[in-house]
């Protein structure tokens, strides 16, 4: 089936997110655990992953003990503050969860969340920063039934690369900690419902690994890695044999593992099997 270029898009996604907890010193971070924690113990935070909504402005958090206070610092990709507020959650039992909320100030992609939880012992933090990266790229038109990257499309892709290079750099440059040591770019292809389930799955990876080869022969300094999904992550839902052109589009994803990159791509009646490009 045909692919027709659609409008460039953006997107920021941090539904899985990497933790990094800290303590007073003489009281270590760990797992959260059931019930509540004895008197004098660490208090322990854990974050459930899935229940990280930036859309809405809020997460869900669990603690070891009952805390007085949980305060939320929000940082956009910029550096600015865009949120930095205290909820009140004393009358709250531990260890159920508590759902945090923030109104954001601006639009800006969020680039850190500080989480503080404040008790009768001190205060201990966790912070959220986003490994699950979406490069906005305007998409290679392949002819019906085709994988072949046309030289026309070439432009695309290399306007692509540079966007890859770029935030792989900036991603680098901001990781002090180490977080993103196993960085991969992940190529996500798709289509819309015309045709067998089978078939698009197949003319999907084949468009995907495609791609997937023209970055690593261009160059990215990470691994590469594809999938195609066929009609299993439409972008518009609609019935049975529609042509959408909103379908029809392949994912640049930045991520440390193929559990994060496939993560924001919310599959029917398919698991992704990622593969290395020959």
């Not at 854990?46 to 009952?66: F, Q, W």
Request: proline share 8%.
């Amino acid at each position: 089936m045909p692919t027709t270029p659609r409008f460039p898009y953006a997107a920021l996604s941090l539904s899985l997110l990497s933790l990094l907890a800290w303590s007073p010193p003489g009281l270590g971070a760990g797992k959260a655990k059931r019930g509540a924690a004895p008197a004098g113990s660490p208090l322990e935070i854990s974050v459930d992953r899935s229940k990280v909504d930036l859309k809405a402005h809020r997460l869900e958090i669990k603690l070891s003990r009952k805390p007085s206070k949980v305060s939320i610092r929000v940082e956009a990709e910029s550096g600015a503050v865009i949120a930095e507020e205290e909820q009140d959650f004393s009358e709250r039992p531990a260890p159920s969860p508590l759902v945090v909320t923030w109104t954001p100030s601006s639009d800006e992609p969020v680039e850190k969340i500080e989480v503080r939880a404040i008790d009768a012992l001190g205060s201990y933090t966790v912070t959220l920063t986003p490994y699950n990266f979406t490069i906005e790229h305007e998409d290679v038109n392949f002819k019906t039934g085709s994988a072949v990257i046309e030289d026309s499309e070439a432009p695309k892709l290399e306007a692509a690369h540079a966007k890859i290079l770029a935030k792989v750099a900036a991603i680098r440059a901001k990781d002090i900690n180490h977080q993103h040591r196993n960085l991969t770019l992940f190529i996500a292809g798709h289509t819309d419902t015309v045709g067998a389930f089978d078939y698009n799955i197949g003319l999907s990876r084949e468009r995907a690994s495609a791609i997937a080869a023209w970055f690593r022969k261009r160059g990215v300094p990470l691994p590469v890695a594809y999938e195609g999904f066929g009609e299993s992550s439409l972008r518009v839902a609609t019935a049975d044999q529609v042509d959408e052109p909103r379908n029809r589009r392949v994912d640049y994803i930045i991520a440390d593992d193929p559990a994060s990159a496939s993560s924001i791509l919310k599959t029917t009646g398919f698991r992704p099997s990622w593969k290395r490009p020959n």
